[in-house]
């Protein structure tokens, strides 16, 4: 066990930069060993982050309301914001009856369950609801082209808000972190997206018939692709020939 450890701390080695000449292999524990998940990335390797948020309820005569949220995070972005773009339209049709199923329990959902939480409970009839989660990671040797910002800024505490026949909408970026709700009118039900704290709520509840909801979020990040020269792989490689006197 000891011997497999040791090979991996000398791996990581070939990672660092060639003036970490202090670097030194380190036996880590099998507890924290079990505490690691999946890969890292060296400090400067992504050069470029982007959010994109959306949700949109439509009711059974037509009427829509929905939003879009969006950041984007480069090098040469000064002070990163979220924009925010709510949309809707009236439709032709007749306004759904007051929703008269009822949900219970599922409290908890909300704050007690933690990492990616999705859900969707129904009390109605011919509904539809997706939720989505994408990330979506990508190498290029530069950063893309910033695009302009579309929708009005949504600064730290502040909330935007935006109402129709299908119901009202409210996009706050406050201590819970981004959030995004939904209130259907006539007691059609409701839907929420929250980005916070390391975690993401996707949240649909149905209490009438007809309605089509979605919820998405998707994670953009781009790495650069430019790997270390030949040199500069040599000058790490030369810091592991003093383990060959341990017999590695």
Same mark, same amino acid.
């Given at each position: 066990m000891?011997t497999?450890i040791?090979?991996?701390?000398?791996?990581l080695?070939?990672? @660092?930069?060639?003036h970490?000449q @202090?670097?030194?292999?380190?036996?880590i524990?099998?507890?924290e060993l079990?505490q690691?998940? /999946?890969?890292? +990335?060296?400090?400067?390797?992504?050069?470029?982050f982007?959010?994109v948020?959306s949700s &949109?309820?439509?009711?059974?005569a037509?009427?829509?309301? /929905?939003a879009? &949220?969006?950041l984007?995070? %480069?090098q040469?972005?000064?002070?990163? %914001?979220?924009y925010? $773009?709510?949309n809707?339209?009236n439709? &032709?049709?007749?306004?759904?009856?007051?929703g008269t /199923?009822?949900?219970?329990g599922?409290?908890?959902?909300?704050g007690a369950v933690q990492g990616v939480t999705?859900s +969707?409970?129904?009390?109605g009839d #011919?509904?539809?609801a997706y939720n989505?989660?994408?990330?979506?990671?990508?190498e290029a040797s530069?950063?893309p082209?910033?695009?302009t910002?579309? !929708? %009005?800024?949504?600064?730290a505490?502040s909330?935007l808000?935006? #109402?129709?026949?299908?119901?009202?909408l409210? +996009? $706050?970026n #406050?201590?819970n972190?981004?959030?995004?709700?939904i209130?259907a009118?006539?007691?059609?039900g409701a $839907?929420l997206?929250r980005?916070?704290d390391g975690?993401? @709520?996707?949240?649909t509840?149905l209490?009438? /018939?007809?309605n089509?909801?979605?919820n998405?979020? %998707?994670?953009?990040?781009?790495?650069?692709?430019n790997?270390? #020269?030949? !040199?500069?792989?040599?000058?790490?490689?030369?810091?592991?020939?003093?383990?060959?006197? $341990?017999g590695?």
């Amino acid at each position: 066990m000891n011997t497999r450890i040791w090979l991996v701390a000398a791996c990581l080695a070939t990672s @660092l930069p060639a003036h970490a000449q @202090l670097f030194k292999p380190v036996e880590i524990k099998d507890q924290e060993l079990a505490q690691l998940r /999946g890969k890292y +990335v060296m400090p400067g390797r992504i050069i470029s982050f982007g959010v994109v948020m959306s949700s &949109t309820w439509q009711n059974a005569a037509g009427d829509r309301i /929905g939003a879009t &949220t969006t950041l984007q995070v %480069q090098q040469n972005v000064i002070k990163p %914001q979220f924009y925010v $773009s709510i949309n809707g339209e009236n439709g &032709t049709g007749q306004a759904p009856g007051h929703g008269t /199923g009822q949900v219970q329990g599922g409290a908890g959902l909300n704050g007690a369950v933690q990492g990616v939480t999705q859900s +969707v409970r129904a009390a109605g009839d #011919s509904n539809s609801a997706y939720n989505d989660v994408a990330i979506n990671v990508r190498e290029a040797s530069q950063a893309p082209d910033l695009t302009t910002p579309q !929708g %009005q800024v949504l600064a730290a505490g502040s909330t935007l808000s935006g #109402s129709n026949n299908a119901g009202s909408l409210s +996009v $706050s970026n #406050s201590g819970n972190g981004l959030q995004m709700a939904i209130q259907a009118n006539n007691n059609q039900g409701a $839907s929420l997206q929250r980005l916070a704290d390391g975690g993401l @709520l996707q949240s649909t509840t149905l209490l009438g /018939g007809n309605n089509a909801v979605s919820n998405m979020t %998707q994670l953009n990040v781009v790495l650069r692709d430019n790997l270390p #020269s030949a !040199g500069a792989l040599n000058c790490n490689l030369d810091q592991l020939k003093g383990l060959r006197i $341990s017999g590695y």
